[in-house]
């Protein structure tokens, strides 16, 4: 699943660590998202939306959208 | 210098170590038994262990209770009991092919490593299913 997490975090102006820290995870696992090599769980995808002031739809996009 | 990279470096010496000292032995009394293989593998379990994962105060890596850590430990879960059922038919053909009979228990452990898997499936999925 693709998702715009670097584009809002840099619009933000947050770095990858600070992102993992807000959301308790490591910065491997934000580089993994951000990267698309690992699907977050439902609660990771809700606080990286909310951490990151949009919502999950925003954030994420599912393979419908991507063709389009 | 890190924690983690102190903590590889220790005890990739200390397995190193190990190892040398294990082959100086078999060479001149042709000896390699139970300590060793014990010794080797906890040491090798350890160094892995220490490269693999991060320190959450030093945030130098993956944490094995984040759910990226998880999915890892699940992934590498799986893979490892396929290989290690392939090694297990791979020792019951050596044996069979070196003694010229099967080792009984090693027979056992190949075909409870078949079914364990699925049974523990059957288990797991039982869990999840809705009753009427």
Known sequence: MENKIKEYREKKGISQGGLADLCNVSRQTINAIEN???DP???LA????KTLGVTVDDLFLSE????? | ?????????IIGTATLIVVGYSIFKFITEREFGFNEVITIGALL??????I????????????????L??????????VSYFVLVFFILIAVAADKMVNGTVNIFLLGILGLAMVILPFVEFLIAKKYQWVC
Do not use: C, H, V
Request: no cysteine; charged share 30%.
């Open chain 2, 69 to 78: 850590g998880q999915m890892i430990m699940e992934k590498s879960s799986k």
């Open chain 1, 36 to 38: 698309n090599k690992y």
């Open chain 2, 1 to 9: 210098m890190k924690t983690r990279k102190l903590g590889a470096i």
């Open chain 2, 45 to 50: 379990m350890m160094f892995f262990s220490a």
């Open chain 2, 52 to 67: 693999t994962w991060g320190n959450k105060e030093e945030k130098d890596g993956i944490l094995p209770e984040e759910e």
């Open chain 1, 64 to 68: 419908g959208e991507i063709e389009k």
């Open chain 1, 41 to 43: 769980s439902l609660q």
């Open chain 1, 46 to 49: 809700f606080n990286l939306a």
